[in-house]
């Protein structure tokens, strides 16, 4: 059990719609990361939290936008949704400079854009 | 500009030895991971190298070359089981992880 918790696990929504998605981290843990994983590809890093601060993002409009709380689950809103948004987007909690024994990923939350 | 590369489908047979290979150009080196991907599945961890040289852990072992930007994962006595598409991602400068595209392991009876 990895301990990193995403909700909802699948959703469909509509184009233009807007999308929020939820991540609880691993106990101790207070750096979150998200990533986009399209059919067929590797993930892409969209942003990172830390402190509750934004503190580095990839190549992703400004329609991705997050929020990480006090307690340092964090939120990913995708407003105005595209078909090509439909994707597994997955949560990676880690400590702020996570090896590869402190990375842990949650099962992912599968996003239907019709 | 970052890159990962690695092969986009390999097929083995059952109870052989596969390498999938991996190489990369990144901003900054801060470990080389591999990660195995059931369809329909989230990544799972495989294994985690920051120094040179040959990790092993069971039927899996993964190897690193800093110097020429290179890596493979080695899967042993291959099962039915590791059909899977196999990622690799990089730790950059910035702590984030770029990732390649993964290679779909088909394996057969």
């Known amino acids: 059990d990895a301990g990193v918790t995403q909700s909802p696990t699948h959703l469909i929504k509509t184009r233009g719609q807007q999308v929020t998605l939820r991540c609880s981290p691993k106990s101790g843990h207070d750096t979150v990361s998200w990533y986009q994983q399209a059919l067929g590809q590797g993930p892409q890093f969209i942003f990172q939290?830390?402190?509750?601060?934004?503190?580095q993002r990839g190549n992703f409009p400004d329609r991705f936008s997050g929020h990480q709380f006090p307690n340092y689950s964090s939120e990913l809103n995708v407003n105005a949704l595209l078909l090509g948004d439909s994707a597994l987007y997955l949560c990676?909690?880690?400590?702020?400079?996570?090896?590869?024994?402190?990375?842990?990923f949650g099962e992912g939350s599968w996003l239907t854009v019709v | 500009g970052q890159n990962i590369d690695q092969p986009t489908e390999m097929t083995a047979t059952e109870g052989a030895i596969v390498q999938i290979n991996c190489t990369y150009q990144t901003s900054g080196f801060n470990g080389l991971f591999w990660y195995q991907q059931h369809a329909g599945e989230a990544p799972t961890f495989l294994s985690y190298n920051v120094l040179d040289g040959l990790e092993e852990k069971g039927r899996f072992s993964s190897f690193l070359s800093r110097s020429k930007g290179y890596s493979y994962l080695l899967l042993k006595e291959l099962q039915m089981k590791d059909s899977a598409s196999y990622l690799c991602?990089?730790?950059?400068?910035?702590?984030?992880?770029?990732w390649g595209a993964g290679t779909k392991l088909i394996i057969k009876p």
């Open positions: 939290y830390y402190e509750e601060e934004e503190r």
């Open positions: 990676a909690s880690s400590l702020p400079r996570g090896d590869g024994n402190t990375i842990y």
């Open positions: 991602a990089v730790m950059d400068s910035n702590y984030q992880l770029i």
